[in-house]
């Protein structure tokens, strides 16, 4: 990967230029700062940039949506930076936003319209499908032509707001063969990240719940789990690392299997 | 004996059906003293919800077995009690078989009960084996010891008895018609109960009209019965089901509310033109207590919420945490609510309307902090419900109520929210390092 290639436009640069670019990319906490996910924010990027997709960042003008406050209790902390969001939105006058991540999209597009900050907000993996739809991408199969791989539903994305289908075309898309865990959409488990566990310990049982949910993924016996989320991302990576098969069984984003097809 | 019976009927019909109307207004006076939420839009929808998911079971048969068990009761029920419409008739006016004149459709009528009833106690043994025999995991789960496993039993006595009960008065009228005994003339017809003929041969009719007559009794006494157990028992959704799925959440599933209260607070504070030393504008609004530790801080239809839920265990069933082995049971939320909310209901009503303060409150005495704090707010257990009860809200309310008004949070937490306040991220990194990903090989 040869980051200095990438084009990463920011919201005041564009500004200053007196430019508005189509949609704001909504990099998100874990997309910017954790390791792990800051590799599906570039395989998104350049995908936008072969795409030639007019976008921008917020980049040191972004900030929590607030998500983590909201789920673990502090509705003030939430709303704090929730207000602060939408004063810069607003500023520079965002009509749509894409995210790769299903908390900020869940908080962007259900909880700020309330706070007065109303926008289309969409998933990376709807913005995809729909890149894909209107010819301005490609994808061929390839690399992935026949390979299993599974979607793990993140919970923001799909029971919270009913989307199952997106990342699954994709997927498709990519002549992979698609194999469903016994638990999906509707009736996918949780990776045991949301509501804020993923900041903190979890609370006395018999087993974590991203063992639970590697082990279903790994019933299908996959060569991929893709996921949606940062979050699921990390659980399921951690939880294939306990298992000892992340030598056989890759963890990425619906993002990185693109970028990834595509020879990005 | 003229008009004895008719006067018995008549008072028993009474005594029933005012305290059920008594029960009623009980149920309705604890779930007002849920706070007030305005949920009078998009009646359309609602209804449909209603038609859709109480009326039309859709959400049941996701589990194909209980689904479609649970549907023959429920149609047996509805369609059975057709013939209560009969039998109190009979029993006020000394009549027997009333609409016996309808003559073909009375047959058809009374064939499809005794096919339902026959069906309904199929069902109902089914469901005891699922409880008792095969003991399906969400039905042994801790919070079911003691009264819910009893009362989850006696419900299906009930339905069991009630079933045999209706069988046994149609075969012995059945067989009192043969024999041609007066006041049996020829009605319906007992594809069913025809089958228990044998049991009575060479009884005399006196017999036969006795147990005819105790059945018949027992029969409406039972479902008087049954219609008064219903306010003491999980069994209350047969009713609550349609209100419950009328007012339930329409927005995402990921939508939590905003609190109105705090956007003011917030809106003030980030407004670079307030004054923080100027005496506050209005001061009349008390922002209230944030989040609930008891009942009366929900609002009501989570109240409501509490009182529709029969105990199924769906959603305990597919929640991560309770899967894992913590001790979160979103079922034993909706339970505790429940047992709390009974609890105030009759301090209320002890003290003449007004709540004294008893010591206790919903959270620490009935819902631990070790429960609110294992949920994942994935919505499983919101999706699993089959009547839009919406466990989630009341985990999220305490949530709140532990963060904003005791500042109890998990240590963990607490650094994340310091970081967030801090850095704009969970995590301790410099907001200003957000875009160094862009530059990083």
């Known amino acids: 990967m040869k980051a200095q290639e990438l084009r990463v436009p920011t919201m005041a640069e564009l500004f200053s230029k007196g430019e508005k670019p189509e949609v704001l990319f909504w990099v998100g906490c874990a997309g910017s700062f954790d390791d792990r996910a800051k590799k599906i924010t570039k395989a998104f990027v350049q995908i936008l940039n072969k795409a030639q997709i007019s976008f921008a960042v917020l980049g040191t003008e972004e900030s929590c949506t607030g998500d983590p406050a909201k789920r673990a209790g502090n509705e003030f902390l939430y709303q704090m930076q929730a207000i602060t969001n939408i004063e810069v939105l607003n500023g520079y006058e965002v009509q749509k936003i894409v995210t790769t991540c299903p908390h900020c999209f869940n908080t962007l597009k259900n909880e700020y319209p309330g706070l007065g900050g109303t926008y289309e907000v969409v998933h990376h993996t709807q913005f995809l499908k729909q890149l894909l739809q209107e010819g301005k991408m490609t994808l061929e199969g390839g690399k992935f032509n026949g390979k299993r791989i599974t979607f793990h539903d993140p919970c923001y994305l799909g029971r919270a707001n009913g989307i199952y289908e997106a990342p699954r075309d994709l997927i498709r898309k990519l002549d992979a063969e698609l194999v469903e865990m016994k638990s999906c959409k509707q009736k996918g488990l949780c990776c045991g990240a949301g509501g804020a566990q993923m900041f903190k310990e979890a609370e006395k049982g018999d087993k974590d719940v991203n063992i639970e949910r590697t082990e279903q993924a790994l019933e299908t016996a996959p060569e991929i789990i893709a996921a949606g989320c940062p979050f699921c991302n990390t659980m399921m990576t951690d939880g294939i690392k306990h298992k000892e098969k992340e030598g056989s069984i890759a963890v990425m984003d619906i993002a990185e299997l693109i970028a990834s097809a595509e020879d990005l | 004996m003229g008009y004895l019976s008719n006067i018995v009927f008549v008072l028993l019909l009474a005594f029933g059906i005012g305290y059920f109307i008594r029960n009623v207004k009980r149920l309705i006076r604890n779930i007002r003293l849920g706070q007030d939420v305005d949920v009078s839009d998009n009646v359309a929808l609602r209804w449909k919800n209603m038609a859709k998911i109480a009326l039309g079971q859709t959400k049941m048969v996701v589990r194909p077995v209980a689904g479609i068990l649970h549907i023959i009761v429920y149609l047996g029920f509805i369609i059975i009690n057709i013939e209560v419409l009969e039998i109190i008739i009979d029993g006020i006016f000394g009549t027997h078989r009333i609409l016996g004149f309808l003559g073909g459709f009375y047959d058809f009528l009374i064939a499809s009960f005794e096919i339902l009833a026959l069906l309904v106690i199929v069902a109902v043994v089914a469901f005891w084996m699922r409880r008792n025999i095969i ?307």
């Open chain 2, 135 to 441: 003991r399906l995991q969400r039905f042994v789960k801790p919070e079911m010891k003691g009264w819910p496993k009893t009362d989850g039993n006696v419900i299906l006595y009930i339905e069991l008895v009630l079933m045999v009960l209706f069988l046994t008065m149609n075969a012995a009228d059945y067989q009192l018609q043969q024999i041609g005994v007066d006041d049996y003339s020829r009605a319906g017809t007992f594809p069913v109960s025809q089958f228990i003929l044998p049991v009575f041969d060479g009884m005399t009719a006196e017999s036969l009209i006795f147990i005819e007559r105790a059945a018949w009794w027992l029969h409406i006494a039972g479902i008087l019965f049954f219609l008064n157990y219903l306010y003491y028992s999980k069994h209350l959704h047969i009713l609550l089901a349609f209100p419950n799925t009328y007012y339930g959440k329409l927005s995402p599933k990921g939508q939590f509310k905003n609190l109105d209260s705090v956007t003011q607070e917030v809106k003030l504070m980030l407004d670079p033109s307030a004054d923080p030393f100027s005496e506050p504008v209005d001061d009349t609004g008390d922002p209230g207590k944030f989040g609930a530790s008891d009942v009366a801080d929900l609002n009501w239809i989570q109240l409501m919420n509490a009182y529709t839920c029969t105990e199924c265990g769906r959603c305990t069933d597919e929640c991560p945490a309770n899967k894992t082995g913590k001790k979160l049971s979103p079922r034993k939320i909706m339970m505790d609510t429940r047992d709390r909310l009974e609890e105030v209901g009759k301090n209320v009503e002890k003290n003449k309307g007004q709540f004294v303060p008893d010591g206790k409150q919903l959270l620490d005495d009935y819902i631990t902090r070790e429960e609110l704090w294992a949920c994942t707010t994935c919505n499983a257990c919101v999706q699993a419900c089959p009547v839009s009860i919406d466990p989630l809200s009341i985990i999220m309310d305490m949530r709140q109520y532990l963060v904003m008004e005791q500042s109890a949070a998990p240590s963990d937490l607490n650094n994340m929210m310091g970081n967030l306040e801090n850095n704009g991220a969970p995590w301790p990194f410099n907001q200003m390092d957000r875009l160094n990903w862009a530059k990083e090989g």
